[in-house]
T-cell receptor
């Protein structure tokens, strides 16, 4: 069964600090991995998309890594801001067959940034 | 030029009634997805359309749920004989194509079944 597991479930940090969120997946065959940010009451917004051949991608203060061999990804947030408080969701897309285009979502990590 | 829109934004219905949720994707996006998000839970895939066809309906939780898409545009998600466990936010997303293309999400419809 395709699964995506994220850790930690929740995280509290002080403004200005860095943090790293983890994602492990068992989705197969793998197509791509995405990180989304979801503010409370809003739809998710894409931060990064990585394919099999990419092992790092940055979007401003967000840097995602991917190790396709170990099926692990991380999202590193640098110099956190209060507006970074949100749920961060790891999403893996399968390729081929009836699972083409279907995304498997992790449960998310709830990040709270305190002043 | 607007993003994905969904209507209604909120729906309160009595148990046993049917409801219809609407999604208007971004113009030109051939792929459309429906997800469900229960309170405090992650997103749950329901169904995906490529054009007007649904190659993957595996996420629909029961035969009370159905969806259709017409004109490679608007999609409706219908829930018959609603149950309290159907209460959730229903999110729609669209993308230029399946797989690698970025999905753009609508604001969701919050469904409450009393």
């Amino acid at each position: 069964k395709n699964q995506v597991e994220q850790s930690p479930q929740s995280l509290i940090i002080l403004e200005g600090k860095n943090c790293t969120l983890q994602c492990n997946y068992t989705v197969s065959p793998f197509s791509n991995l995405r990180w989304y940010k979801q503010d409370t009451g809003r739809g998710p917004v894409s931060l990064t998309i990585m394919t099999f051949s990419e092992n790092t991608k940055s979007n401003g203060r967000y840097t995602a890594t991917l190790d396709a061999d170990t099926k692990q990804s991380s999202l590193h947030i640098t110099a956190s801001q209060l507006s970074d408080s949100a749920s961060y969701i790891c999403v893996v897309s399968a390729s081929g067959g009836t699972s083409y285009g279907k995304l498997t979502f992790g449960q998310g990590t709830i990040l709270t940034v305190h002043p | 030029g607007a993003g994905v829109s969904q209507s209604p934004s909120n729906k309160v219905t009595e148990k046993g009634k049917d409801v219809e949720l609407r999604c208007d994707p971004i113009s030109g996006h051939t792929a459309l997805y429906w997800y469900r998000q229960r309170l405090g839970q992650g997103l749950e895939f329901l169904i995906y359309f490529q054009g007007n066809s649904a190659p993957d309906k595996s996420g629909l939780p029961s035969d009370r749920f159905s969806a259709e898409r017409t004109g490679e545009s608007v999609s409706t998600l219908t829930i018959q004989r609603t149950q309290q466990e159907d209460s959730a936010v229903y999110l729609c997303a669209s993308s230029l194509g399946a797989s690698i293309y970025e999905q753009y999400f609508g604001p969701g419809t919050r469904l409450t079944v009393t």
